[in-house]
């Protein structure tokens, strides 16, 4: 799809955007027990080295190789560079250092009050006026991530809030940055951005990881490298590059609320995965998340202020 095609589709009965946010849902809401098992052997900075200098290399490769150009336009470059930022940097590093301090299920969850940032950002830098659907599947999806966290966060202590501070931050880069790739039309394809924000991301990630001490290749459980390949090829690349695809094609708040699929996916693979427990918050969260994404994806194209 191209840049100028995408701006414009995206329309409430797009199948497409079903099967685009359906799979990002799948990769990004797996990813998160992935990361949380190989977390168990790999410190943080290595585990973001390696998945960012991974994903550079493969998709930038399979870009050339399909015959995309990979040079970006000078005009882009910022906007790139901000993007990454945002949406690949500050939001991987919050997650990981987030994930080593609180349970996989509560820090998704706290990730993805993403779509109240991103809808609220989009009123006064893009002139989106949310409608009465998307405000109702505004309120669903915070009802349910609220019943998901449950009144144990009003009641932790100091010391158990740095977690949940990191999440948040996760949280308002990954916003953050939806709105700075939003606001341009692309020349480049999806692929090629994300595959330079990773290498712009990966050189001091790099740097950093020669400070951490890691174990030998040989010394890693199956468990962790099944965890790897599933977070480089199906997160870092593949959603990664989906996601960017989603942003062009829907509107701010059609693609930040849709996103409240990927914490269902996240907490379901942390029961079956992790073996977190099943409860009936957890049901009604499902069921509020649920009918947060149907109304939003329902609904018309929001006007313009």
């Known amino acids: 799809m191209s840049a100028t095609t995408a701006g414009t589709a995206g329309t409430g009965r797009d199948p497409v955007k079903y099967a685009l946010i359906a799979t990002v849902s799948l990769f990004w809401g797996l990813n998160w027990p992935a990361v949380k098992t190989i977390l168990t052997q790999m410190p943080p900075l290595s585990l973001r080295a390696i998945g960012f200098t991974a994903g550079a290399i493969l998709l930038l490769g399979a870009a050339r190789l399909s015959g995309q150009r990979l040079r970006v336009d000078r005009a882009e470059m910022p906007s790139l560079l901000l993007g990454g930022l945002f949406n690949v940097l500050a ?4 997650t990981a250092f987030g994930q ?42 915070l009802a349910g991530l609220l019943v998901l966290m449950g009144p144990e966060a009003l009641s932790a202590p100091p010391a158990a809030l740095l977690g949940p501070a990191l999440m948040l931050g996760a949280a308002l880069a990954w916003a953050s940055g939806t709105i700075v790739m939003k606001r341009r039309v692309w020349r480049a394809h999806p692929t090629v951005i994300t595959g330079w924000q990773y290498v712009f991301c990966a050189l001091p990630m790099i740097a950093a990881a020669t400070t951490e001490t890691r174990p030998a290749l040989a010394d890693l459980h199956p468990a962790v490298w099944v965890g790897f390949a599933w ?12 996601w960017y695809v989603t942003v062009r094609r829907l509107t701010v708040g059609e693609a930040a609320v849709s996103t409240l699929l990927i914490p269902i996916v996240g907490v379901g693979g942390a029961v079956l995965i992790l073996g977190d427990p099943v409860t009936p918050r957890l ?6 998340i649920l009918t947060a994404v149907a109304c939003v994806l329902g609904a018309k194209r929001p006007p313009k202020g």
Request: glycine share 8%; net charge positive.
């Open 100 to 141: 080593t301090m609180m349970a996989t299920s509560q820090a998704a969850i706290i990730a993805f009050t993403m779509p109240v940032w991103a809808t609220l950002l989009a009123i006064p830098l893009l002139g989106e006026r949310p409608g009465g659907r998307q405000i109702a599947g505004l309120v669903c999806g």
């Open 91 to 94: 939001f991987n590093l919050c």
């Open 231 to 242: 977070h480089i090829l199906c997160s870092i690349c593949a959603a990664q590059a989906l």
């Open 283 to 288: 049901a009604v969260a499902l069921l509020l």
